[in-house]
């Protein structure tokens, strides 16, 4: 009685079983976006609100700049306080989207009068697209399977290390939105090419644009999709829509993204891009080869006219390719490129590229690291796409594939890979619980409609009219089931503790463990560069290795001789062979430079590992590379590399060395061990009595981590 | 050397001058130099004596420009004999003053005594004259090993327009090595205090330089410029934001820096650098931090009792002298310790300067921000300040908030005085943030409602709109069929249960009754539903979900059909009196049927909730 009571009474309040399903998928949603964005705060609660890593500090710098000065003032910006004595013009070598979506935030925050500082905007902006990204996702898996795909992918995606990577906290990088807009441009391309809507083309430019504007990944766009069309075409799928899509995005987003002043007019020059024109000439042909035959009844004619019109349009093409390669109009790959397609080009060519730890190709555990179970629902997603082949599935096959063979090319890559990987498991996933609930669920209706029959003669029936085909497939089921939903579980608590663990360290600040179990902070790369910023000059000239550049002027507000940037080989070769020269050598260099102050980062008192002296092979090839006064070998003991006595004499000599041990000799690091003991490479050094004669110590940190050292103005001769 | 000859030329100046200025004489002067901080202290014990017929209200004080131009600070009380209850003090009136025929390069401040005196009447009273910057350091520059020394030049004898009867001078420096001193008669040294005189009858205007020369090794903090903002909020909290911009005023450091020795040695390899500072910040302050422009500083210490909190806190590096520095900190205070109303007024009062201990502050600013619509505002400060307002916009302001900026140069600790700002605020307008956030929200979601009623598209007789139209209508009938066809349902289990009753009552006519009842409801449904499914023959849209809508009606019906005859067998069984297991016999074949269909009929429905 009272049962039925409180049914009646609930009735007014219950929803039908559409409204119940948009109530859960809507919170689930709503959910989603929030833990996507909380769980990239673990770096602000254990550290603080700060920019991450060396690139971010650039980004943030000119952030800055642009919400001061405007954005003609920013467009037109020409740095001085970088890559001395030429200077860099920022405007021009960068891809303002990043700066642009945070400077709008600002200025809307502001707006809707919240004083909030730039830095937190900028510390938070990565997250923040990371939940939109979420939900760009879950309308992707909408898209190309159905809205329960897409819930879970945008889980699946909310979570997935190789994305939280580089969309922590703190990490003000160009990634960190791209990544959205990389998805979001997909995912109108594809919707395009579904309805064939003019609409969402010209929404498919407008993404387009936006990622050009934010990072120089575009150009993975730029060619999967005309691999795509081409695909497409093969296999017989041209249609209206797509050559509708296609068009559209591709002259109104080349259009477009000749407005960023970084790529101007590489659409149409430059070699990366011309599959994209290629295949956009090639479906004009199609469409006059369509338009022919619709015309033409004679098949025998419209053969022959295909066999004339095809090498005809192949002969031009060549032609103009031929023609604009050797002019040079049309400029060949770059070397970023042949790396990519080729692994073991940067490692001959390109030491500079090949030096970068993210350049790297990727191990197989940094997969399972990154993708956990995604690594074996990939393929089974792939087995479903296949099963339910349509224009949307084979877009995230291809993105799919291609995007895994670049993340195994490079490290950073994983994060190309990662929404595709999250989209085609969560075609697995859900097409799997989807296949056992329904199993499940006509069972059980059954059985519970059998039982509340009552009649035992009808529920013996029931039973074993369904039962006898497949036994046990209810506990089948079940059990997968089960299965299923632990495996997901295990990949949110791997999510969890990798980006705890691994990616939410903002590396300016160091944190280890003290003797006592306490935690000890190293924050000396901060000291180091707020010493420079308030007790030097302020025309001070700075020479480091490239990696501290952007952290120098952003946080020290000073001067660099090269920085992040590498744009000129050449002049950050001369950094690498002043390091690698005796100091009276070196000193030529550095006064030719007009340099006052040499900053290196030395980890021998710390253990910190990625220090100067780890480094300092790669300042040897790079130097060396434009100055073959430098030789490997010279720094090398039968091919191995050494600090301790038996370690080469030109090592042992030149300024790297003189200004990292400078009277580390005397120190006493750990205990039971001889002075002078390295703790980084657990070695006691071979030059215990370093002799500065052009330079001299002007600052070191509390840990030694930083050494600043001033360059004395040369002897009076008289 | 350059000063010794100033000095020298002043005197000669002054001498030459010396008029009659009027019959007061100092018959006793005790001055005390304290040397122990980089802020030099001169406090000294002055007994005036009237020798004239005319009665006097007003002393003179003099001090050469030299030191007058350092003067950050300068007060003078009644003299309190050394047994008596301490009352509280009240300052005599200080101001400067001009007076005629006097020398140029003395700056002469005049107090006002409590009372006249007259002929033969003497007055003791304190002057404390405080002074920056007085400590020069001599050499200017010295290496990381060497020790600070600094010089500090005075007179041995009071400088005063009146004549001096007896005087003494003790200078007190800090316990270290002294490397010189200025020996003239009567010069004593005990330790660490050097003692000049006494003195008898001077004339006026004497002055006999002297110069110290001693080790210092005390921070020489000097803030650059100091920018107090005091933010109020009525919701119970005064927000303090400092930020400094701080220099080791000492000797510059030239050479090397080596960590190794200063990690080794830090007091004799950076015995002039400072490490740390210490402020006295107010008690039950909360959320201190600490930070400077690229983030936050580690280093800090905070102890609290319920007198005071103190915070100590590190630099990021050591302060070797003239390295600079810039940070900041912040601490949130309880709004009762510090606000108070009087008539119908409330006021702000709050100390001054900076909670550093021993620092000298060149520039001040203190920034007092006031509620969003204060209104009336005054400042009472003890001092002459400089004073301006601005305003600040802040967390959800309309018009900003009202800021007064007081400004104050050359600061001493001696500075630290309550000062009051009066304003008037409406507890009214306390709602107001609140208020916008709350209509803010109300008006988004009246957005999103009318955005989800509204009609916005553009062309209302295109193809797909119209498509997208009729489709809802179609939408629209099948939940009515839907509706409709449940209903039917819940009457077949009513009639299911009217058969429950059956069995257990045995009352047979209830349950021909029910059967009526549901009979005729029966058939009004099937009446409703027949509109509804010519509408959806008719509508070109519905064609992919008809034959389903269609489907499920036949399904529906024969149900109904099978219910009936079923209720009938039964009905009929109990009619004849059969045992109740013939009648389950008799329908048990109709039962699985019914099952069966009941199934169907499910499924159909789930299958159109889902398009």
């Known amino acids: 009685m009272s049962n039925s009571s409180t049914s009646d009474l609930l009735k007014p309040f219950k929803l039908k079983t559409k409204q119940q399903e948009l109530l859960i998928r809507v919170s689930i949603l709503c959910l989603v976006y929030i833990l996507a964005f909380i769980t990239r705060l673990f770096s602000v609660l254990r550290y603080e609100s700060m920019i991450h890593e060396f690139d971010p500090y650039f980004n943030y710098r000119t952030t800055l700049y642009l919400t001061q000065h405007g954005f003609y003032d920013f467009w037109n910006w020409f740095d001085y306080e970088s890559w001395y004595p030429l200077g860099r013009i920022v405007g021009g070598t960068l891809y303002p989207g990043l700066m642009v979506t945070a400077a709008l935030i600002y200025r809307l925050l502001h707006f809707l009068r919240f004083a909030v500082h730039i830095r937190e905007v900028c510390v938070l902006t990565a997250p923040f697209f990371a939940s939109n990204t979420t939900l760009v996702a879950y309308f992707f898996g909408k898209e190309i399977w159905d809205s329960g795909a897409g819930l879970v992918a945008a889980i699946l995606i909310a979570v997935c290390p190789g994305y939280i990577s580089r969309s922590v906290a703190g990490s003000y990088d160009n990634e960190g939105v791209a990544i959205f807009a990389l998805l979001f441009t997909f995912y109108l391309f594809v919707k395009a090419v579904n309805t064939g809507s003019l609409a969402w083309g010209l929404a498919s430019a407008f993404g387009y644009f936006y990622m050009v504007s934010a990072w120089g990944g575009y150009v993975f766009i730029i060619n999967l999709i005309p691999l795509y069309v081409l695909v497409l075409l093969i296999t017989g799928r041209y249609s209206m829509r797509l050559y509708v899509a296609y068009n559209c995005m591709y002259i109104l987003g080349m259009l477009l993204a000749m407005q960023i002043r970084f790529v101007g007019f590489q659409h149409v020059q430059s070699g990366e891009h011309m599959a994209a024109m290629g295949v956009f000439f090639l479906m004009q042909v199609f469409y006059f080869l369509d338009w022919v035959k619709h015309m033409l009844s004679d098949t025998k004619l419209f053969q022959e006219f295909l066999r004339i019109t095809v090498t005809c349009a192949v002969a031009v093409g060549g032609i103009a390719l031929g023609v604009g390669m050797a002019s040079g109009y049309i400029s060949p790959w770059t070397g970023r490129f042949y790396s990519l397609l080729d692994p073991t080009y940067a490692k001959d060519h390109i030491p500079i590229i090949a030096s970068v730890s993210e350049h790297q190709p990727t191990a197989w555990s940094s997969f399972m690291f990154d993708f956990h179970i995604l690594l074996f629902l990939f393929p089974a997603g792939l087995y479903f796409c296949f099963k339910r082949l349509s224009d949307a599935t084979i877009f995230i096959v291809m993105y799919g594939l291609t995007s895994m063979y670049f993340a195994g090319v490079m490290v950073r890559l994983i994060l190309v890979a990662t929404p595709a990987v999250c989209l085609i498991s969560a075609i697995a996933v859900s097409a799997t619980v989807k296949n056992l609930t329904v199993l499940l669920r006509s069972k059980n209706k059954v059985a519970q409609i059998g039982s509340s029959k009552g009649t035992s003669s009808a529920k013996a029936s029931s039973k074993a009219s369904l039962d006898q085909s497949q036994p046990f497939q209810k506990n089948g089921a079940m059990a997968l089931l089960f299965g299923a939903f632990y495996l997901l579980s295990r990949y949110a608590t791997h999510c969890t503790w990798v980006t705890s663990e691994a990616y939410s360290s903002p590396s300016i600040v160091l944190a280890a463990r003290g003797a006592h179990g306490n935690r000890v902070i190293f924050d000396d790369y901060r000291e180091a560069y707020f010493w420079l910023w308030q007790n030097t000059p302020p025309d001070a000239k700075v020479m480091s290795w490239w990696d501290y550049g952007y952290q120098i002027t952003a946080m020290g507000n000073r001067t660099v001789i090269v920085d992040n940037n590498t744009w000129n080989n050449t002049h950050i070769a001369t950094v690498g062979r002043a390091m690698s020269s005796y100091e009276d050598e070196a000193y030529e260099i550095i006064r030719s430079l007009d340099v006052d102050y040499v900053l290196v980062v030395f980890g021998g008192v710390t253990g910190y590992s990625s220090d100067d002296i780890n480094k300092f092979l790669w300042m040897v090839r790079i130097g060396g590379g434009v100055f073959p006064v430098i030789k490997e070998p010279d720094y090398l003991v039968n091919g191995e590399y050494r600090v301790d006595k038996g370690a080469a004499p030109k090592m042992l000599n030149c300024l790297m060395y003189k200004l990292s041990y400078y009277r580390f000799g005397e120190m006493m690091t750990e205990y039971g061990k001889p002075p002078g003991y390295d703790r980084a490479r657990g070695v006691e050094i071979g030059n215990k009595d370093i002799k500065l004669e052009h330079l001299e110590e002007a600052f070191t940190t509390s840990n030694w981590i930083v050494r600043i050292y001033k360059v004395k103005p040369p002897n009076n001769r008289w | ?611």
């Open chain 2, 1 to 611: 050397m350059e000063s010794f000859r100033f000095c020298f030329l002043m005197l000669t100046i002054a001498i030459l001058a010396s008029p009659a200025l009027s019959d007061l004489v100092l018959s006793k002067v005790d001055r005390r130099i304290y040397l122990t901080s980089h802020i030099v202290r001169i406090s000294s014990t002055v007994k005036v004596e009237n020798a004239g017929p005319e009665k006097e209200s007003l002393v003179l004080l003099a001090f050469p420009e030299q030191q007058a131009k350092n003067m950050a600070y300068l007060m003078a009380t009644p003299h309190e004999g050394k047994g008596k209850v301490k009352n509280p003090v009240v300052a005599l009136p200080v101001e400067a003053a001009n007076p005629k025929d006097m020398p140029a390069a003395l700056t002469f401040y005049s107090i006002s005594l409590p009372m006249g005196l007259a002929e033969g009447d003497s007055f003791t009273f304190d002057v404390l004259a405080v002074f920056t910057h007085a400590l020069r350091p001599i050499p200017e520059q010295i290496t990381q090993a060497d020790i600070q020394l600094v010089l500090y030049q005075d007179s041995a004898h009071y400088l005063s327009p009146y004549a001096v009867k007896v005087q003494s001078l003790s200078v007190k420096l800090p316990d270290s090595r002294i490397e010189s001193y200025t020996k003239l008669e009567n010069t004593k040294i005990h330790g660490s205090e050097i003692k000049y005189g006494p003195y008898e009858n001077l004339p006026s205007f004497s002055y006999s330089p002297i110069a110290v020369h001693f080790e210092s090794n005390l921070p020489f903090s000097v803030a650059q410029e100091l920018v107090r903002e005091i933010e109020i909020s009525h919701w119970g909290n005064v927000q303090v934001t400092e930020h400094y911009k701080l220099i080791h005023g000492g000797a510059q450091s030239k050479g090397e820096f080596s960590r190794l020795d200063f990690l080794a040695r830090p007091n004799v390899r950076g015995a002039s650098a400072f490490r740390y500072l210490v402020a006295n910040l107010p008690p039950r302050a909360h959320s201190v931090y600490y930070r400077d422009e690229i983030g936050n500083i580690s280093t800090s210490h905070l102890r609290g009792d319920s007198k005071k909190t103190e915070l100590l806190i590190e630099p990021r590096y050591p302060m070797f002298g003239g390295w600079r520095t810039a940070f900041t900190i912040g601490y949130g205070l309880p709004l009762q310790d510090f606000l108070y109303e009087s008539d119908r007024k409330r006021f702000l009062n709050i100390t001054f300067s900076s909670p550093m201990v021993e620092l000298v502050i060149d520039a001040l600013i203190v920034k007092v921000v006031l509620p969003e619509g204060s209104s009336d505002i005054s400042v009472a400060a003890p001092f002459p300040v400089e004073q301006w307002q601005e305003t600040k916009i802040s967390h959800l302001d309309i018009d900003g908030r009202p800021v007064v900026v007081l400004k104050k140069t050359n600061v001493v600790p001696e500075h630290n005085q309550f000062f009051q700002v009066y304003y008037h605020f409406s507890q009214l307008s306390m709602l107001r943030e609140p208020l916008m956030l709350i209509s803010g929200f109300f008006f988004f979601f009246v957005a999103c409602i009318v955005y989800m009623h509204a009609d916005i598209s553009i062309s209302k007789s295109s193809a797909s709109y119209l498509a997208k139209q009729q489709w809802e209508e179609v939408q629209a009938v099948i939940q009515q069929v839907q509706n409709i066809i449940s209903r039917c349902l819940t009457t077949h289990d009513n009639l299911e249960a009217s058969l429950r009753d059956l069995s257990r009552t045995g009352n047979i006519q209830a349950c021909k009754a029910a059967r009526k009842a549901a009979d005729g409801l029966l058939k009004e449904l099937s009446k409703e539903l027949k509109p509804l499914l010519t509408f959806l023959q008719s509508s070109p849209s519905a064609a992919q979900v008809l034959p389903k809508v269609e489907e499920l009606v036949a399904k529906e019906r024969e149900l109904q059909e099978k219910v009936m005859v079923k209720h009938a067998t039964v009905v009929d069984g109990y009619e004849k009196k059969l045992g109740a297991c013939d009648i389950e016999n008799r329908v048990a074949l109709q039962q699985q049927k019914l099952t069966a269909l009941r199934q169907e009929v499910d499924d159909l429905l789930e299958f159109i909730d889902e398009i």
